[in-house]
T-cell receptor
Framework: EAEVAQSPRYKITEKSQAVAFWCDPI?????LYWYRQILGQGPELLVQ????????DSQLPKDRFSAERLKGVDSTLKIQPAELGDSAMYLC??????????????FGAGTRLSVL | AQSVTQLGSHVSVSEGALVLLRCNYS??????LFWYVQYPNQGLQLLLK??????LVKGINGFEAEFKKSETSFHLTKPSAHMSDAAEYFC???????????FGQGTTLQVKP
C-alpha cells in the first residue's frame, strides 16, 4: 500500500538554527498539505499545494517558515530561525485531487521537532 | 467559518464496554465529516467519513458514526472496546470545495483491562 513518506522522523535543534523537513506524497497525488500539531491539540494547516502552486498559506508564519514543491511532487518545509514555540509534530498529507473537488487525505508519520 | 468541538479531552472505558466519543461541528455549507485515529508518534489514519447519503457510516476496526444535522453532531461509537483502541481520536470537518481539514482538539481514549 502506497504511503506518504516523511523525513526525518525526529529532529532536535537549538533555537535560531535552521531546520528542514521533507515529504514525498503518494504517487499521482496532486494536492499536498503541511499541518502542524502542537502537543495536546489537533493538526492545523500551514500550507496547501495544488501541483506546484500554493493554494493556501494563510496560516504559515512567513517571516520564518517557507515551503516549496518545485516539480509538483515532493515538498520541503523550512524553518529559519527556529524558535522554542515551533516544537511540534509536522505532518504531511496528500490527496489525489483538489481545486474544486474533495478527496481523502492520507497522512505521513510526521516529523517531531524539538527546539531547545 | 467551520469549526469542530470534541467534548471531553479524555475518555476512559473498560475493555468490552461501549465507546462514545462526542463531536459537534459548525459549518455554513453542507459538511464533510471525518474521524481519524492517531497512535503515539504516528500520523493520522482515517477511521470513517461522511460526505453525502446514508447518515450512519461504518468504518474500520468496528467503529461507526452517525451524522445528525439537527444536532450538528457526528459522534463516534464502538459497541465493545478493545485494548488496541487506546489512542487519540480526532474529528474533522471540511466541505466539497475546501481542501483543508479543520480538526477538533482530540480525545484520548484509555481502555482499562
Amino acid at each position: 500500500e502506497a504511503e506518504v513518506a516523511q523525513s526525518p522522523r525526529y529532529k532536535i535543534t537549538e533555537k535560531s538554527q535552521a531546520v528542514a523537513f521533507w515529504c514525498d506524497p503518494i504517487s499521482g497525488h496532486a494536492t499536498l498539505y503541511w499541518y502542524r500539531q502542537i502537543l495536546g491539540q489537533g493538526p492545523e494547516l500551514l500550507v496547501q499545494f495544488q501541483d506546484e502552486s500554493v493554494v493556501d498559506d494563510s496560516q504559515l508564519p512567513k517571516d520564518r517558515f517557507s515551503a516549496e514543491r518545485l516539480k509538483g511532487v515532493d515538498s520541503t518545509l523550512k524553518i529559519q530561525p527556529a524558535e522554542l514555540g515551533d516544537s511540534a509534530m509536522y505532518l504531511c498529507a496528500s490527496s489525489r485531487s483538489g481545486g474544486g473537488s474533495f478527496d481523502i487525505q492520507y497522512f505521513g508519520a510526521g516529523t517531531r521537532l524539538s527546539v531547545l | 467559518a467551520q469549526s469542530v468541538t470534541q467534548l471531553g479531552s479524555h475518555v476512559s472505558v473498560s475493555e468490552g464496554a461501549l465507546v462514545l466519543l462526542r463531536c459537534n461541528y459548525s459549518s455554513s455549507v453542507p459538511p464533510y465529516l471525518f474521524w481519524y485515529v492517531q497512535y503515539p508518534n504516528q500520523g493520522l489514519q482515517l477511521l470513517l467519513k461522511y460526505t453525502t447519503g446514508a447518515t450512519l457510516v461504518k468504518g474500520i476496526n468496528g467503529f461507526e458514526a452517525e451524522f445528525k444535522k439537527s444536532e450538528t453532531s457526528f459522534h463516534l461509537t464502538k459497541p465493545s472496546a478493545h485494548m488496541s483502541d487506546a489512542a487519540e481520536y480526532f474529528c474533522a470537518v471540511s466541505d466539497l470545495y475546501e481542501g483543508k481539514l479543520i480538526f477538533g482538539q482530540g480525545t484520548t481514549l484509555q481502555v482499562k483491562p
